[in-house]
């Protein structure tokens, strides 16, 4: 496809007013105008004939990204002899955010050249609607041709692991005496290990009378950490966890955290499952084992979608309660934005309690606090800031509700959600919570 620059445009019509001037000072010299109007097609027209016809294009990128990740498509150009000005535009869906709109101009040296189109993946899934433009100049830029690519490769935006590769291998080595190493550590639900001399330091309630008594010494037991624990990832997929945090949604921060936590849970030697819910049952997978399950759990996860509906908790977690065989450590990733939909987690929450553990992980609103701490201006912006704080008076009953019926609550920001939470369930295991 051709069509003219604005360059071509500016210069045709610049011979508008002279042509008007001529038509009314000197009608003889009418065919002066039409004179111009056919220099320019000309050179128009010589500019067409003269760029290239086709530009040998490629363009690569990943064939698959985690979810929040910035990457580049690059894209390469040869055989552009004569050409100028080359520009690429890529269009996409919602699930990548391009930056300058997915344009870029490509510099030439010689007759090949290359630039990259960053883009940052926002939601997960299979990115296969994409279409790649390029468009050049001929040598006296007055006409742009435009040829459109063959579609780049379809990309897979997977749930984001990289904290598992990076803060995973961190934790289990500050904490591997937790899970490796027999500890002193006491509780109903530690395993016992074996008797030792008391020493001093140990916790007194450890001391076995009737063994120091037999033995004509103090004796005490020493626990280790209890393994083949069950974990369970609860994730609300309702509509308050389709709101982005930093251009990616709650849900799949939360999925980051979740699966490093899972990570952790599964090197530590216990049954790890997921389930995702929003107003009704979505995702459940079974408790599984080992290290070779992270896989599956991550497969499981990326089938987690966030939904427009509101969150049904009183379905998700009575459900979640039925497939629960034994005591288990629930871990519910959720949000909130008024009490009437607290109000309904609330209820659901107290039954649960009553045989599991249960962690709420909720991800803190920087907007609102933003809100909140900026120096008002304008009467709109004291509006905003009574509302937001209102708001965040709201939420902070709610967690102290929470709290006091004796959920485990960890509220932090969601660039430190994954490695607290994994920190939140060593210390759980460590306090035999189990």
């Given at each position: 496809m051709i069509y003219p620059t604005q360059r071509l445009v500016a210069i045709a019509a610049a011979g508008a007013p002279l042509a008007l001037l001529v038509g009314i000072m000197l009608p003889g010299l009418w065919l002066l105008p039409v004179f111009w109007l056919s220099l320019v097609l000309a050179a128009a027209a010589f500019d067409a004939v003269a760029m290239p016809r086709r530009i040998d294009t490629a363009a690569s990128a990943p064939s698959n990204v985690a979810v929040g990740e910035m990457f580049a498509l690059r894209v390469r150009v040869a055989a552009a002899s004569g050409a100028r000005q080359l520009a690429a535009a890529l269009s996409t869906d919602d699930r990548l955010a391009l930056a300058a709109g997915g344009r870029v101009a490509i510099a030439l040296q010689g007759n090949s050249g290359a630039a990259d189109i960053a883009i940052t993946a926002r939601r997960r899934g299979v990115v296969g609607q994409q279409q790649?433009?390029?468009?050049?100049?001929?040598?006296?830029?007055?006409v742009w041709r435009q040829q459109r690519q063959p579609r780049p490769p379809a990309l897979l935006v997977t749930p984001d692991v990289r904290p598992v590769r990076t803060d995973g291998v961190a934790l289990?080595?500050?904490?591997?005496?937790?899970?490796?190493?027999?500890?002193?550590?006491?509780?109903?639900?530690?395993?016992f290990d074996a008797l030792a001399d008391f020493r001093a330091g140990m916790d007194r309630r450890g001391i076995d009378w009737k063994q120091s008594a037999r033995h004509s010494r103090l004796l005490a037991k020493e626990f280790r950490a209890e393994r083949d624990s069950n974990v369970v990832l609860a994730f609300d997929c309702g509509r308050t966890m389709a709101e982005p945090i930093a251009a990616v949604s709650r849900l799949d921060r939360a999925i980051t955290a979740g699966l490093l936590t899972a990570y952790v849970?599964?090197?530590?030697?216990?049954?790890?499952?997921?389930?995702?819910?929003d107003e009704r049952p979505r995702v459940a997978g079974a408790a599984t084992t080992g290290a070779g399950a992270f896989a599956g759990l991550q497969r499981l996860a990326a089938q987690l979608e966030a939904s427009p509906a509101e969150t049904n908790y009183t379905l998700g977690l009575s459900t979640l309660a039925a497939r629960l065989h034994r005591r288990s450590l629930v871990m519910l990733f959720t949000d909130f934005v008024d009490t009437t939909s607290a109000e309904l987690m609330l209820r659901s929450v107290g039954r649960l309690l009553e045989r599991h553990v249960l962690l709420c992980i909720v991800m803190r609103d920087d907007e609102l606090e933003g809100l909140v701490a900026a120096v008002p201006v304008t009467p709109e912006d004291v509006s905003r800031a009574v509302i937001a704080a209102g708001l965040l008076r709201e939420r902070r009953i709610v967690l102290t509700r929470l709290r006091r019926m004796g959920v485990d609550v960890l509220e932090t920001p969601w660039q430190q959600a994954g490695p607290a939470l994994a920190r939140r369930y060593l210390e759980t295991k460590r306090r035999t919570a189990l």
């Open positions: 790649l433009d390029l468009r050049w100049q001929g040598p006296l830029g007055l289990l080595s500050a904490d591997a005496a937790a899970g490796m190493m027999a500890q002193i550590q006491l509780g109903s639900g530690g395993e849970s599964l090197k530590m030697g216990d049954r790890v499952g997921l389930f995702g819910f």
